[in-house]
């Protein structure tokens, strides 16, 4: 159905898009849901999930490898609460920005769902968010993987 599938992109009805390794538990699960729903005759709205590949490309892009081995070896050895860790973790990725093509991946990507569904899609709120902040950039629980609506904001 979609036309868009990068290295940073699969879509849900991809064949590709149900394999753990390359975009995660949680987004092969919609792309096996959405695919056999879909040959049920059910209709499913179509997604799209950014692959572990751009989640690799964007911690290594913004360095944030070492950091985050250093937060939880800072819980491991007890330095640090679990909540903490976790806190600073999440401020680190929600904090960081997309390389450019892979922001533009996404960008294309959400602009060609928002063709498909025939309007408009209200971004999502930031999973790491306090209520009712949105994102300035695309952001999700499932380790920058998961990537939906947020993306529709051109400041991204």
């Keep these: 159905m979609m036309q868009t599938a990068t290295t940073t992109i699969l879509w849900f009805d991809q064949p590709e898009s149900?394999?753990?390794g390359r975009v995660g538990?949680?987004?092969a699960?919609?792309?096996?849901?959405?695919?056999?729903?879909?040959?049920?005759?059910?209709?499913?709205?179509?997604?799209?999930?950014?692959?572990?590949?751009?989640?690799?490309?964007?911690?290594?892009e913004n360095?944030?490898?070492?950091?985050?081995?250093?937060?939880?070896?800072?819980?491991?050895?007890?330095?640090?609460?679990?909540?903490?860790?976790g806190n600073a973790i999440r401020r680190m990725v929600v904090?960081?920005?997309?390389?450019?093509?892979?922001?533009?991946?996404?960008?294309v990507a959400y602009r060609e769902l928002q063709s498909a569904v025939g309007r408009r899609i209200p971004r999502s709120p930031c999973a790491a968010a306090p209520?009712?902040?949105t994102c300035p950039r695309p952001a999700s629980r499932d380790n920058r993987k998961a990537i939906s609506t947020s993306a529709g904001n051109p400041s991204c």
Excluded: M, W
Excluded at 30 to 57: H, K, M, N, Q
Excluded at 63 to 85: F, I, V, W
């Design 18 to 20: 149900s394999d753990i």
């Design 95 to 107: 904090d960081a920005e997309f390389p450019a093509p892979i922001a533009e991946a996404i960008r």
């Design 131 to 133: 209520p009712r902040r």
């Design 63 to 85: 360095g944030l490898a070492p950091k985050l081995r250093k937060q939880l070896e800072a819980y491991h050895s007890g330095a640090d609460s679990l909540a903490d860790a």
């Design 25 to 27: 538990g949680k987004n």
């Design 29 to 60: 699960g919609l792309s096996e849901v959405t695919r056999t729903l879909a040959t049920a005759g059910i209709r499913v709205p179509p997604g799209f999930a950014t692959t572990a590949d751009a989640y690799r490309s964007f911690i290594g």
